[in-house]
């Protein structure tokens, strides 16, 4: 094994690196600089984010515990877009709550830990590295859901969200033992030649699927999500929505379609009717959310109900519109979460109610989350559009005509509650609208960020084509 | 390998194990003990591996490798934990779920 070959693993080195150099700057800076903390890890990140998109080669190392291959490469990259992102959207946040009590460097630390757990989690070629990586992202979340000591509802969010994991992880493990024991191997290569449909099988198959279904917050396991995104700060809400579910959505399709492709006779009548609940329960439950993070976590649980309308195809089709739509999906909910960010860390006002007339009075924040909006809904000019279409002509490909009918009824049905916000932002006058104000500047560029990759993805079709091109490699 | 002990013996014991953990998980009240039934889960899961890789395929070490990792993960996840639990605590001097709670549908 040559050391050039370890140069496949680039993104988690360099982000590796910037962890310890954070650490090391964190000992020598002096108490009174601590603020340039959160300027020197944007620095850092962006840069990584920048060298994160140069070509990579396809390869294996370790045995083939650790891949990549290019659309993995692409997701890494879309992944750190979007953590740049919401860095770029917290950093007020932080130097206005976490400065003061000298918790700068913590946050980064461990956003950053969780990060690579994700790219270890979506390059894993064997299920002890997807452990790892499962759990390395998870615990720093936990971490930092409990972020706000201060605030009891921040403790409450964290114990639940580290409980639900602890026992989805177990559950997934005692499915993997299953695995292991009808397959021999541990390895994802191993495993696709010799897994056929016994009983043993199928139930360690159910276990471990119901521990990324946590993940991703698919119905009979979503019971955490609203919880959590409301007591959790804002910034974590954002990342557990948009980071951590585009990641395990990613890391479901590839086993889906890859290692677990002789199941795929079990697997898609139970993600139709996953797909179904989880729409249905994710939009029922939103209507009546008065608290923009609960409202936020109800809808991106009945996203995560159209994702499984791509997954349930088990095509090339459904692989390329799996990854375009999540990316677009990343963006929009940055977006959407970043205007929240924005008017809570100025006013601390988190409710629906409080979003009156905020036209008359910001009305660059309100167009943003208007935009956001009709993304998430899927409203033309907007990415949000093409993604969903893509996703239901990918199903009615296969011939799920009913399944792509009930998706529209769902369509519709948020749409109505998205147009409320709306309602109360540009048509409602409020009787003490929130107050104009000025965003620092990376509060401005972290919504640039999400508006033009919004924008972008809906009308720079070449960017499709390249999604469709990569996604070859795993069909 | 146990003499006189067969391998469907032990993994009805895992599984009887993992049950516990689950019913415990669901009806208990009280965080620190939820979080210990957590704990048998992950540790029938353990065992589960260790067994398998010893009566069933002998010639490698993957699912004793497992274990392995599977406990210093679990140690990291229960000290995260129960540091989390104690905060909450600090603060409302309890640890029931019930007076913990206050975010509701």
Known sequence: ?475 | MIPGVSITEILTLTSILFFIGVYGFITRKNLISILISVELILNSSVVNFVVINKYLYPEMLQGMVYSIFIIAVAAAETALAVAIIINIYRRLSSVEVRETETMKY
């Open chain 1, 1 to 475: 094994m040559e050391l050039n070959s370890f140069l496949l693993m680039r993104h988690e080195i360099l982000l590796f690196s910037i962890i310890l150099l954070l650490l090391i700057a964190e000992l020598f800076l002096p108490r009174n600089k601590k603020s340039s903390m959160i300027h020197l890890a944007l620095v850092f990140f962006g840069i990584h984010t920048a060298v994160g998109f140069l070509p990579l080669a396809e390869g294996s190392l370790f045995g083939g515990m650790f891949r990549s291959n290019e659309m993995i490469h692409f997701f890494k990259g879309v992944l750190n877009i979007g953590v740049f992102t919401l860095l770029l959207q917290s950093a007020q946040w932080l130097e206005k709550n976490m400065l003061k009590q000298d918790r700068g460097t913590e946050f980064f630390l461990l956003l950053f830990a969780s990060l690579l757990g994700m790219y270890f989690m979506i390059s894993a070629g064997d299920f002890l590295m997807f452990y790892i990586g499962l759990e390395l992202s998870t615990l720093p979340v936990a971490a930092l859901a409990a972020f706000e000591i201060m605030k009891r509802e921040s403790g409450e969010a964290a114990v639940k969200f580290i409980l639900s994991a602890a026992l989805a992880s177990g559950v997934s493990l005692f499915g993997i033992s299953m695995l292991y024991a009808t397959n021999g191997s541990i390895y994802f290569e191993d495993i696709m030649s010799t897994l056929t449909a016994t009983n043993l099988t199928l139930l360690g198959f159910i276990l471990f699927f119901a521990g990324l279904a946590f993940k991703i917050s698919l119905v009979p396991f979503h019971f955490w999500t609203a919880d959590v995104y409301q007591g959790a700060p804002i910034s974590i809400a954002s990342y557990l929505s948009v980071i951590s579910k585009g990641a395990a959505a990613f890391i479901l399709m590839i086993l889906l379609f890859t290692v677990l492709k002789p199941l795929m006779h079990v697997w898609e009548p139970l993600l139709y009717i996953l797909a179904l609940a989880t729409m249905f329960t994710g939009n029922l439950f939103a209507l009546r959310q008065q608290n923009m993070k609960r409202f936020l976590a109800y809808s991106s649980i009945a996203q995560a109900g159209f994702i499984l309308l791509g997954l349930v195809t088990g095509t090339q089709l459904g692989t390329a519109t799996v990854v375009y739509f999540v990316t677009i999906y990343i963006f929009s909910n940055l977006a959407a979460f970043g205007v929240v960010q924005a008017i809570s860390s100025q006013t601390g006002k988190e409710n629906m109610k409080d979003y009156e007339g905020l036209y008359r009075t910001n009305p660059k924040l309100s167009l943003v989350m208007m935009l956001a909006l009709f993304s998430l809904a899927g409203i033309p000019p907007v990415a949000g559009f093409f993604g969903k279409f893509f996703l239901f002509t990918a199903a009615a490909s296969k011939g799920y005509y009913l399944l792509v009918f009930l998706a529209v009824v769902n369509v519709t049905i948020s749409l109505y509650y998205y147009l409320l916000v709306i309602r109360a932002m540009f048509l409602r006058k409020g009787e003490n609208p929130i107050p104009f104000f000025k965003s620092k500047i990376y509060m401005k560029l972290g919504l640039f960020i999400a508006v033009m990759g919004m924008l972008a993805l809906g009308l720079y079709s070449p960017l499709y084509d390249y999604i469709y091109e990569l996604s070859a490699a795993f069909n």
